[in-house]
């Protein structure tokens, strides 16, 4: 595609209370911005304090796409986010509005920017649920199946990595191609972005001391009740097999909770394992991250909010010269 033709598209990433939300208001105040979320948490409802959504009062100032859009009992994936953003993108640019996307889930916002990893597929449980027995039962054996239709995919996975031997076999079952021949066809994909990729960090004494407030303030905030609320709500009298398929109460911020609420230890030990965790996971986020090239990082440390708007205005000036 002929870079002219490509729409201008801003994407703000990094670690987990940064201070994306911020900026990201900002911007779309000075260049009459909407903001599309790439949080993979932020799209379930009534998970709102776990997951730092922005508040009803930012909401109301600036229209923000992809939140609150399943139940938590519902199951979400990369390609379901992908369409909805590309969805809301185009809403927006076509509205004359600059479309911003913000948000620390890299998986997204790379399946967004270089294409599917693979192409859509719809579950098909009952495939799935015969790659699952067959894992349990040997996965040498199923690691030596996937080797046999995708060696190069089988070469990357150890045979106890069942989650991805599982889905590259599923992969090749549904649609007749190995996995990593997808990936490298999407790789090379003409995406219609004109990208001005902004990446966040802070010195890691400042971003951890602002995740442990960020989770203190969670809790000022009400994150007990709000898991409270939910374990009642979907989990309370559930199977085993039920809750374990309820995957977005698993997460960071929810399920440290939930051993607290289930009197697997105190409340006071969760909380030092939701910081601990947040920690780790913002390391994680911005190793991600910084493998991409494009993404031009700005530390918030050293330089204020204001000095990074200025700038990023302007490269966003220049994207469009």
């Known amino acids: 595609m002929d870079t002219a033709a490509k729409k201008p598209l801003l994407v703000i990433v990094g670690p987990t209370a940064v201070g994306k939300t911020s900026l ?169 972005y004109r990208l001005l990729y902004i990446g966040l960090t802070r010195d890691r004494s400042d971003l951890y001391a602002r995740i442990n407030a960020r989770v203190d303030e969670m809790l000022r905030e009400g994150l007990v009740e709000e898991v409270r609320g939910l374990k009642e709500r979907f989990l309370d009298g559930a199977t085993d097999q039920a809750r374990a398929q309820l995957t977005s109460l698993q997460a960071l911020g929810y399920k440290e909770i939930l051993w607290a609420l289930e009197g697997q230890m105190p409340l006071e030990e969760a909380v030092d394992i939701l910081k601990r965790d947040t920690r780790r996971y913002a390391k994680r986020q911005l190793s991600w991250f910084r493998r991409d090239p494009r993404i031009k990082w700005f530390n918030l440390t050293h330089s204020s909010e204001d000095e990074v708007q200025r700038t990023v205005i302007e490269l966003w000036h220049q994207l469009h010269a």
């Open 24 to 192: 990201s208001l900002r911007l779309a105040e000075s260049l009459e911005g909407e903001i599309v979320s790439a949080d993979s948490m932020q799209i379930y409802r009534g998970m709102d304090i776990g997951t730092a959504k922005p508040s009803l009062n930012e909401r109301s100032q600036i229209r923000h796409h992809l939140l609150d859009v399943i139940s938590p009992a519902e199951s979400f994936n990369v390609q379901d986010w992908v369409k909805l953003a590309e969805k809301a993108i185009d809403d927006i640019a076509a509205r004359g509005k600059t479309p911003i996307i913000a948000g620390g889930t890299g998986l997204y916002v790379n399946a967004l920017l270089d294409g599917f990893l693979f192409p859509d597929t719809s579950a098909d449980p009952r495939l799935r649920q015969e790659l699952e027995v067959k894992g349990e039962q040997d996965p040498e054996a199923l690691h030596a199946e996937l080797a046999q239709v995708d060696p190069d995919t089988a070469a990357r996975l150890h045979p106890n990595d069942l989650r991805r031997v599982i889905r590259a076999l599923e992969v090749y079952y549904r649609t007749g191609s190995p996995i990593s021949v997808l990936q490298k066809k999407a790789k090379h994909a003409a995406r219609p």
